[in-house]
């Protein structure tokens, strides 16, 4: 009803919502910095070992994925009833943050038996299609009912050669995998239209991967146990931190809205 005090009334409110929005946006900021620099430290640690130069592995040398898996190998002859309970892996349920699969569904056999993609115990399975591929959508398979499973059509399957099973790590050929520069080096080389573009097989065929004592089973496996561990506690403190900044960015979030309800609410 007072048209003079209710402008000056909204200066005022406007003028203190104006001097707290640039302190959110500089939190943002330094959270969007934040989560660059934390993204790139596990990326700085697998370059470390599986680099062009490989001066940090004893006696390592490098070898073509190809001479160690098999990628995309057939699926065998199933013995198995239609109803019968099996594991199925969607694009959707491959967390990017944890390269590992949030949850594993069940469907009966009948229903994924043709059209997905097969894959067993241990094999390490690579998003192929945009955008998943690079955001690092890579998964070890375990715990899969007896031992094997399916999943959707845009996995690449990687799995170790019987004769290396024993020495070579499915963990070794996973963090290989999950590295930016793998993934943007897999990119160079998509293939198809705009939105539908794919990983073509013969990529993971010839890329080359480090392995220590190359020519000593029993070392290179006790050499990768070691650098394994190493990678899975910086993997472990990588995803406590990316939780902490998850939480912030929701905080930041919050508070914007807070500032605006207040002030509508009339307690700015």
């Not at 919502?17 to 939190?27: C, G, H, N, R, T």
């Not at 890329?207 to 290179?220: L, Q, R």
């Amino acid at each position: 009803d007072d048209p003079e005090k209710s402008l000056e009334e909204q200066q005022r409110i406007v003028s203190h919502i104006e001097s707290l929005l640039p302190k959110v946006e500089q939190a943002k900021k330094l959270h969007a910095s934040i989560v660059k620099d934390t993204e790139q430290l596990m990326d700085a640690v697998l370059g470390e070992i599986y680099g062009p130069s490989t001066g940090k592995l004893q006696d390592a040398k490098q070898v073509s994925l190809s001479d160690l898996c098999y990628i995309n190998p057939r699926k065998p002859r199933i013995d198995r009833e239609n109803d019968q309970a099996t594991s199925f892996v969607p694009m959707a349920a491959v967390d990017e943050y944890f390269g590992a699969v949030t949850e594993i569904e069940t469907k009966p056999y009948s229903d994924v038996r043709r059209g997905y993609t097969y894959f067993e115990e241990n094999d390490v399975c690579f998003a192929k299609i945009t955008p998943c591929m690079e955001n690092g959508k890579v998964f070890i398979a375990n715990n899969l009912i007896d031992g094997f499973g399916f999943g959707s059509t845009e996995f690449h399957v990687v799995r170790r050669k019987p004769e290396n099973e024993s020495w070579l790590l499915p963990e070794w050929i996973y963090y290989f995998l999950r590295q930016t520069r793998v993934r943007n080096a897999a990119k160079r080389q998509f293939r198809g239209a705009v939105g539908q573009q794919r990983v073509p097989k013969s990529f993971l065929e010839d890329i080359k991967i480090s392995v220590p004592f190359f020519d000593d089973h029993e070392k290179s496996l006790e050499r990768q146990q070691e650098i394994v561990a190493r990678f899975n506690e910086i993997k472990r403190l990588y995803l406590q931190i990316h939780q902490f900044l998850t939480d912030y960015d929701q905080q930041i979030k919050q508070l914007q809205q807070s500032i605006l309800s207040q002030a509508f609410k009339g307690n700015l």
